[in-house]
């Protein structure tokens, strides 16, 4: 009897088991980081419109301008910003960028509590955590793959996005009843403290990154270059990144003038605000820790299209909350709830793919392109929205935002005659090598 033919060695096999990430030291590290810096930035994410609205009295252009300042840097330095980080340590880019976010907003409790407080003011501050949050969220999903292995990349994000999701869910509601007793520049206060905890924990990473070889660095622009020419060599990711940078367009409609349709047409009070925000955020909750098996029962390539297609409807939900024989703010949870389901299963599909697809030493470039691209367009749709707010009115200008999002799902809708997205040719990169400090398992 002849021997079993021996299958070919996997090109995988030095790569660490197949274990959950909660055996994983340094992924816990940053999981915590990243929680309190979440759960830190929806406070902020209440207070601050909460801030600008009903103390500052802010118009609706004055909100478009705020929510264009949060987004603004993505426009400004996305594109250079990759660039910079692939030439740096990704764990000491996170620690700078928590630390710059907790100083500002420090400086703007301190404004407020001193009766200085103005929209100028906002507008800097936001500008200031918008660079900072650029060279965080870049490094971020640049660290991951290195950091897990590109066999965890699913898993990581799927925990990762699952914990922004409780973030969203806990926060808004903790801090619409904090708002009860306390002013909105304390939760702001809180996230400062939060961002410095974060720090803290990502500072506690043993991982050690291998950087390129300074002589192999090349001049800024032609990184730069090779980033977007990389984004552009692949028409499956033109596709995601065209529906991404639309719908982000169109969205920022609704976002800048949320806070003022809520607070002030709707009449709806902060701790009310802070409890639908939170039981809308179920639905994102929900859409994190079952992305990954709803992947694998519609198709991770045919959920794109799918959730792109889906979200307009739970979004019509916003403007007619102002009219249906339904409690305003059931409507809205409703609406938010499903909307939040949709987009984080999209989220968790797109971004794999785009972590899958890219060889490691390009993460940074290419996250940078494609941030610069998906969110450049946000603080256009946050000043385009403050300006139809003034003109039109802020219930058509929320309708206008929903349309906007059915136009987005065009680009993707090829992908519903696919099932399987494409992987890289040969076998996958291997995660650069962990310290003998710092065991994977």
């Not at 299958?7 to 790569?15: I, K, N, R």
């Not at 990154?209 to 984004?231: C, K, Q, Y």
Request: hydrophobic letters at 55%.
């Amino acid at each position: 009897m002849s021997a079993e033919p021996v299958p070919p060695p996997s090109s995988t096999e030095d790569a660490p088991p197949r274990r959950s990430l909660l055996h994983h030291r340094d992924f816990r590290q940053l999981w915590a980081g990243d929680a309190l810096g979440q759960l830190g930035a929806q406070l902020t994410g209440l207070a601050m419109p909460v801030l600008a609205v009903q103390v500052l009295g802010a118009s609706e252009w004055e909100m478009g301008l705020l929510n264009a300042a949060t987004m603004a840097a993505f426009l400004v330095i996305g594109l250079p910003a990759g660039a910079w980080v692939d030439r740096m340590r990704k764990r000491r880019v996170l620690i700078v960028a928590d630390l710059v976010r907790a100083v500002v907003l420090a400086g703007v409790v301190a404004a407020a509590l001193t009766g200085v407080a103005s929209m100028p003011l906002l507008y800097v501050a936001a500008l200031a955590i918008s660079a900072a949050t650029v060279f965080f969220d870049v490094s971020h999903q640049s660290y991951v793959p290195g950091l897990v292995g590109l066999d965890h990349v699913v898993e990581g994000n799927s925990k990762l996005q699952s914990t922004a999701s409780v973030a969203m869910v806990a926060g808004p509601a903790l801090g619409g009843q904090l708002l009860r007793i306390v002013s909105a520049p304390f939760l702001i206060g809180i996230n400062a403290v939060l961002y410095a905890f974060s720090a803290f924990y990502v500072a506690r990473i043993r991982h050690v990154e291998e950087l390129p070889a300074r002589e192999s660095r090349r001049p800024l622009v032609v990184e730069i270059r090779e980033g977007l020419a990389f984004v552009g060599r692949q028409p499956l990711l033109r596709r995601m990144v065209a529906c991404t940078s639309i719908g982000n367009l169109f969205g920022s409609i609704g976002g800048a003038l949320e806070a003022i349709y809520i607070l002030r047409l709707l009449g709806i009070s902060e701790a009310t605000f802070g409890t639908i925000l939170s039981a809308g955020a179920i639905g994102g909750l929900l859409g994190a820790v079952s992305a990954e098996r709803i992947a694998r029962w519609v198709g991770e390539a045919r959920v794109i299209p799918v959730t792109a297609i889906g979200w307009a409807a739970p979004l019509a939900l916003v403007p007619l909350a102002s009219v249906l024989p339904i409690p305003r703010a059931v409507t809205l949870v409703a609406a938010l709830g499903l909307t939040s389901f949709l987009v984080v299963v999209y989220n968790v599909a797109t971004v794999s793919f785009r972590q899958r697809l890219c060889p490691p030493a390009l993460l940074g470039r290419m996250n940078a392109s494609v941030r610069f691209i998906v969110w450049g367009s946000a603080p256009l749709g946050g000043l385009l929205g403050g300006w139809l707010g003034t003109s039109l009115g802020v219930v058509p200008a929320l309708w206008i935002g929903v349309a906007g999002a059915l136009i987005a799902a065009v680009p993707v809708l090829p992908l519903l005659r696919m099932t399987e997205l494409p992987t890289p040719e040969g076998p996958p990169a291997a995660p650069p090598p962990v310290a003998p400090e710092a065991p994977v398992a």
